[in-house]
């Protein structure tokens, strides 16, 4: 008998196989992306405190207005809004919406004795994603991204101890 294409069994085995490979590969892929998207979430946190870092040892914070801070002891907080202040290259877009950047703020904490600051962060992008408590800026991991957080409004604003970065360079 000469046979020309396959049979109907072998097409069937062919696409079941198919099926078992996709349902394996496809909440792979989906893991790996959303581990992209929160690796490149810290990363553009870890970015900004990095600048807020050298603009705080370069003298470069200021009092924002109405503040009662000298920022430059106890603990001071620099709001940010990565879509606009214009201190990171990348433009700080959210991962998750790229229409979006992250706003939120950096907890600078100076101890008293020992002159040493410590950096946290706490962030939204307004799609729901973000750190939901202030996390040690030096210690983040894609586990602290969480996807329920609320939106900007909503984060516990510091009442009186917000700092702005002078972004002119004149001290």
Known sequence: MNKKGF?????????VILSIL????????????????RDTYISTLAEYVNAVRHADAGGYLKPA????????????????????????????????DRSKGIDGYVQIKVDSATHNHSYKV????????GLSDYVN??????????????????????????????INNSK
């Open 22 to 37: 996709m349902l394996v590969a496809i909440p792979a892929i989906q893991r790996y992306i959303e581990n992209s998207r």
């Open 122 to 129: 706490i962030a939204t992008d307004n799609a729901k994603h």
């Open 137 to 166: 800026a030096d210690t983040m991991s894609r586990g602290d991204i969480s996807d329920s957080t609320s939106n900007f409004a909503n984060i516990n604003k510091p009442a009186t101890d917000l700092c702005a970065v002078n």
């Open 65 to 96: 207005e109405g503040a009662t801070t000298t920022c430059n002891s106890g603990t001071y907080y620099v709001e940010f809004h990565t879509a606009t202040d214009g201190l990171l290259e990348s433009g700080g877009k959210s991962p998750y």
């Open 7 to 15: 049979s109907l069994i072998e097409l069937l085995a062919v696409l």
